[in-house]
């Protein structure tokens, strides 16, 4: 090569190339959690512009001495939160828009020039290291929390919606919820879930995650054990580090969570437990009956809290409904949560909570420094759509149409991966866990490789807590046409043969 190629090869090569990230040693994250924080802290400082290319993993693993994979698990992380974007064939290069890009434009406030570091609280710094976000998803294959558009439920509600625009000389509401909405809600899971209560005993929230933090503040304080599912829902660890608890998980296999430890006195009993019984997210087991039952009596000799969280359970395609783990409660151990998220709308931002009789003063005193009251627009359209019959109709349209997306994605990966990846057809939920026939065991390596094609499977090792396991990955058919499952089947298997050719 001679120095006219070399001047013009160094010339193409981003600036980039030449930045070492600083990654705390001290930080308690993995690898891939520090860099990622690492780049990200350059990005919003300025040192690290938009337009400009990250290094090849290879590169930057020379560079930088860090594996490839971590590397890799970083600039995903990076791109799914939108400092980043990869361009297929190209690289993967800093977005227009970003923090640092905003920074130049004065669009926000530098900070003041100290070295002193900007104090955070310990238990943000947690969340921030601890995993995942729930950054909104980019609209391709296979994301998950998609919801398919059903023409006649939103006529329905749009129409029930123009009978409550009136509200100019409205006060605040009740803070507990609509009663309307909670009697209805009362009905539903009653008959639907075999839940229990009263509508006294329930709370409207903004979704699910609302509940949690609600239910996790009152019955935990900080440094308290709760022990979750391994691996977890990840907005639900991160409610919990951001209340200070300390953490431990309990493995998950095809029976839910494994409850031997429990029975054999080795562990210290938690001020509560947080578990998704009915449909584990993210593996997909169901909660056999003798460790439910060896769960609430555990919980109700040493006096721990379980929070039962029922987010997907209008979508069972086998058998009969599962029960609800608060419907065998017989000491009131049990809190439950559901959501309208993936029955109607996740824009509505309705979720609730049920709460033991006697807590509910202690619930009610609680929720006003959280939140005034929930929003009674949504709650008076919903509750008029439950009360006036439509909802089971919309559920039956809603499941036949899961049910055909999730038999075509399974048949379609059967037919085109399965050397690759052996399907398990899930009888329940809106996501599909996959795992690895041997051919491949790094999942955020097929992750992040696909999000580069254009696909998104969510590697399930980003939520584990202590799991080793990088075998499994997950994909959402909610909301999927042909065309899409299609597509994303066919650049998966392009994907696993450029993974098998290197």
């Not at 977005?95 to 920074?103: A, E, F, I, Q």
């Not at 559901?338 to 003063?361: C, E, I, M, N, W």
Request: hydrophobic share 40%; aromatic share 6%; net charge neutral.
């Amino acid at each position: 090569m001679n120095d006219e190629t070399l001047r013009l090869a160094r010339r193409r090569e981003s600036p980039v190339a030449g930045f070492l990230p600083h990654v705390d040693a001290g930080a308690p994250a993995s690898l891939a959690r520090k860099l990622y924080l690492a780049l990200r802290e350059a990005i919003a400082d300025g040192r690290l512009n938009a337009g400009q290319r990250l290094p090849s993993s290879r590169l930057a693993a020379r560079e930088w001495k860090l594996s490839r994979g971590t590397i890799t698990e970083a600039y995903e992380i990076l791109i799914a939160e939108g400092y980043a974007a990869a361009r297929h064939g190209s690289g993967t290069y800093i977005v227009s828009g970003s923090t640092g890009d905003r920074l130049e434009t004065g669009e926000l406030l530098a900070p003041p020039a100290t070295s002193a570091r900007r104090r955070i609280a310990h238990a943000v710094t947690r969340v921030l290291t601890s995993g995942p976000s729930l950054e909104p998803q980019k609209l391709l294959p296979f994301v998950t929390g998609r919801m398919a558009h059903d023409g006649r439920t939103a006529g329905l509600l749009n129409r029930i919606a123009g009978r409550h625009m009136n509200y100019a000389f409205e006060g605040y509401g009740d803070i507990q919820g609509e009663p309307t909405l909670r009697e209805a809600i009362v009905a539903h899971v009653a008959a639907s879930r075999g839940v229990r209560c009263t509508p006294e005993q329930l709370f409207i929230t903004a979704g699910t995650q609302q509940a949690l933090d609600l239910a996790f503040r009152v019955l935990a304080s900080p440094s308290d054990r709760v022990i979750v599912e391994d691996p977890c829902y990840p907005p639900a660890r991160q409610c919990l580090a951001l209340n200070g608890a300390t953490i431990v998980g309990l493995p998950v296999d095809q029976f839910g969570i494994m409850t031997e430890d429990l029975t054999s006195g080795s562990l210290e009993p938690p001020a509560l437990f947080y578990v998704t019984p009915s449909n584990q997210y993210p593996v997909g087991s169901v909660l056999s009956l003798p460790r439910r039952l060896e769960l609430l009596a555990y919980a109700r000799e040493h006096g721990c809290w379980i929070v039962e969280d029922d987010y997907d359970s209008e979508f069972r395609y086998a058998g009969h409904p599962i029960a609800s783990l608060q419907g065998l409660d017989q000491a009131d151990r049990v809190l439950y949560t559901g959501t309208f998220s993936k029955a109607l709308l996740p824009s509505l931002r309705l979720g609730y909570l049920v709460v033991p009789l006697d807590l509910v003063p202690v619930f009610r005193a609680v929720r006003p420094a959280l939140d005034r009251c929930p929003p009674t627009f949504q709650q008076r359209v919903v509750a008029d759509f439950l009360n006036e019959g439509y909802f089971p109709a919309h559920l039956r349209r809603l499941r036949e149409r899961l049910r055909a997306s999730r038999d075509m994605l399974a048949a379609l990966l059967q037919d085109r991966v399965s050397e690759h990846l052996s399907v398990k057809l899930p009888d329940q939920g809106i996501n599909l866990t996959v795992q690895s026939t041997g051919t491949w065991t790094k999942d955020t390596v097929v992750s992040s490789t696909a999000l580069n094609r254009g696909v998104i499977v969510m590697p399930l090792s980003r939520m584990n807590l202590a799991s080793s396991d990088t075998s499994r990955l997950l994909l959402g058919f909610s909301g999927l046409s042909e065309q899409e499952a299609d597509l994303g089947t066919r650049l998966l298997a392009e994907v696993f043969k450029g993974l098998s050719s290197e």
